[in-house]
């Protein structure tokens, strides 16, 4: 798991939980807490105040403004968020939606007219940005043109969602799982707090028969061994 030690991930885990005061080093856990993705949320449960929370919440503010956005945009298109809505707060790197190949093309020409370019484009995704706002369009969550799971099938499991007061088209929370899983292990080869909690508390029987019909046992296997 990526943290510093093994005691700080347990120390972060009891907070976020609401289980204990931390009594140690607050940079410490601030660190730890970013590398894992959790940063926002541990600020916020700490109620700790200055730049740092309001660089975070500022991020959030611009996530939250491009969402609104873009869901309003994409009315009547069959996409969805993922990677979006956690049970934990933090501030993505960028907005993931999953769209239908039917949709892509029209997707990404309606994106553009927001004064987004395309930055990078290969044959399941399409990355579009704007200024330091970047939206990734997904046929099928891959790597190196590798797909690690059917885009396509995750987009018969959807639901409308809130973000943060934003009525969303997202991901079943037990298919959110199923992508923290396979993204972590697939992909970025690195198991955060923020995938953690994702799947411990969103797992369910649902998640283990999508695992078992899309072929990606393994990595809820892994994941849940962790």
């Given at each position: 798991?990526?943290v510093?030690?093994?005691?700080?991930?347990?120390?972060?885990i009891?907070?976020?939980q609401?289980?204990?005061?931390?009594?140690?080093?607050?940079?410490?856990?601030?660190?730890?807490?970013?590398?894992?993705?959790?940063?926002?949320?541990?600020?916020?449960?700490?109620?700790?105040?200055?730049?740092?929370?309001?660089?975070q919440?500022?991020g959030?503010?611009?996530?939250?403004?491009?969402?609104?956005?873009?869901?309003?945009?994409?009315?009547?298109?069959?996409?969805?968020?993922?990677?979006?809505?956690?049970?934990?707060?933090?501030?993505?790197?960028?907005?993931?939606?999953?769209?239908?190949?039917?949709?892509v093309?029209?997707?990404?020409?309606?994106i553009?007219?927001?004064?987004?370019r395309?930055?990078?484009?290969?044959?399941?995704?399409?990355?579009?940005?704007?200024?330091?706002?970047?939206?990734?369009l997904?046929?099928h969550?891959?790597?190196?043109?590798?797909?690690?799971?059917?885009?396509q099938?995750?987009?018969?499991?959807?639901?409308t969602?809130?973000?943060?007061?934003?009525?969303?088209?997202?991901?079943?929370?037990?298919?959110?799982a199923?992508?923290?899983?396979?993204?972590?292990?697939?992909?970025?080869?690195?198991?955060?707090?923020?995938?953690f909690?994702?799947?411990?508390?969103?797992?369910?029987?649902?998640?283990?028969?999508?695992?078992?019909?899309?072929?990606?046992?393994?990595?809820?296997?892994?994941?849940?061994n962790?």
């Amino acid at each position: 798991m990526l943290v510093e030690k093994e005691t700080t991930t347990k120390i972060l885990i009891d907070i976020l939980q609401d289980k204990r005061v931390p009594h140690t080093n607050i940079d410490i856990l601030i660190d730890g807490a970013s590398k894992n993705k959790v940063l926002l949320h541990l600020l916020r449960v700490l109620n700790i105040q200055g730049s740092l929370r309001e660089w975070q919440e500022s991020g959030i503010r611009r996530v939250i403004k491009v969402v609104q956005v873009i869901s309003k945009l994409l009315k009547g298109y069959d996409c969805a968020f993922f990677k979006l809505i956690k049970p934990v707060n933090y501030v993505p790197a960028d907005v993931d939606l999953l769209v239908s190949i039917d949709h892509v093309n029209k997707i990404v020409k309606d994106i553009m007219t927001l004064g987004y370019r395309i930055a990078v484009k290969d044959p399941f995704c399409v990355t579009l940005t704007r200024d330091d706002s970047i939206i990734d369009l997904y046929i099928h969550p891959s790597l190196g043109g590798v797909t690690f799971l059917n885009g396509q099938k995750l987009l018969e499991h959807t639901c409308t969602k809130e973000f943060n007061g934003v009525e969303v088209r997202s991901l079943e929370s037990y298919a959110e799982a199923l992508v923290a899983a396979s993204h972590a292990i697939y992909k970025e080869r690195i198991y955060t707090l923020n995938d953690f909690f994702t799947v411990e508390e969103w797992m369910s029987k649902k998640t283990i028969r999508l695992a078992e019909e899309l072929s990606c046992e393994d990595a809820l296997k892994v994941a849940m061994n962790l």
